[in-house]
């Protein structure tokens, strides 16, 4: 696998010190999982975090600290949220070990050759991740993005104006990229995204259709 676009330095900083979000965090990690140079990357950056953390002077802590958190541990779990959808089959038996762990929530149609299925992360704040099914040959419509969109290839491909991107490639988006991903032609491409916000789709369809898209 020859991997050629990457998590911008800032956000695999920010997964590696564990302060992404829980969608983010997944789509970061699939990629990781996959992709040498980012995994050694993050990995350095674990190892100057515990060094920052080793030069940090020591605080006192409250004398009932200990017994505070093994109260917590003796709490009852809290009951599953009504929100929350109950989970669904696994969706594609060959998919990456870390998703093969999560649950999943019902699959939809969006769009004509576009298919989304929702993975239930509970504490997720403010992201929202799923898988995306797109037919050979999709063309999607020109958008941008009122949040951010993390997106990792599990299989096929597809193109924009930053190039092609196959399995284990990276792509962010956020308000300042607009762009018209194009799938290639030869199989369907399946990606594992993360999201904050909408779709902002540009143009006269992409106006009359915007409200009947959610992603």
């Known amino acids: 696998m020859t991997i050629s676009h990457h998590p911008p330095d800032e956000l695999l900083a920010d997964f ?3 302060r992404l979000d829980e969608a983010d965090h997944l789509v970061v990690a699939v990629h990781v999982a996959q ?10 950056m674990e190892h ?3 060094a920052a953390l080793e030069e940090t002077a020591p605080v006192a802590m409250k004398a009932d ?9 003796d709490e009852p779990q809290p009951a599953p949220r009504a929100d929350v959808p109950p989970p669904s089959a696994l969706p594609d038996e060959d998919l990456p070990e870390i998703l093969r762990r999560c649950r999943f929530g019902k699959q939809r149609r969006v769009a004509p050759g576009l298919k989304l299925q929702p993975i239930i992360l509970p504490s997720a ?4 991740a799923f898988l995306l099914w ?21 299989k096929g491909s597809f193109s924009h104006e930053a190039g092609r991107y196959g399995p284990g490639d990276f792509d962010f988006g956020d308000g300042d990229v607009d762009h018209q991903p194009v799938v290639g032609p030869e199989e369907p491409c399946l990606c ?8 902002e ?12 898209v959610r992603l």
Not at 35 to 44: I, S
Request: charged share 15%; proline share 4%; net charge positive.
């Open 48 to 50: 100057l975090a515990g």
């Open 125 to 128: 704040k403010q992201s929202r």
């Open 16 to 18: 590696a010190t564990g």
């Open 65 to 73: 600290a200990f017994a505070a958190i093994m109260a917590k541990l």
């Open 192 to 199: 594992l995204v993360a999201m904050t916000g909408d779709l």
């Open 134 to 154: 797109s037919a050979p040959g999709a063309r999607m419509l020109q958008h941008s993005h009122s949040g951010t969109e993390l997106t990792c290839v599990l």
């Open 35 to 44: 992709c040498p140079a980012c995994r050694r990357f993050a990995g350095a």
């Open 201 to 212: 789709l540009h143009g006269l369809l992409g106006r009359l259709i915007s409200p009947f």
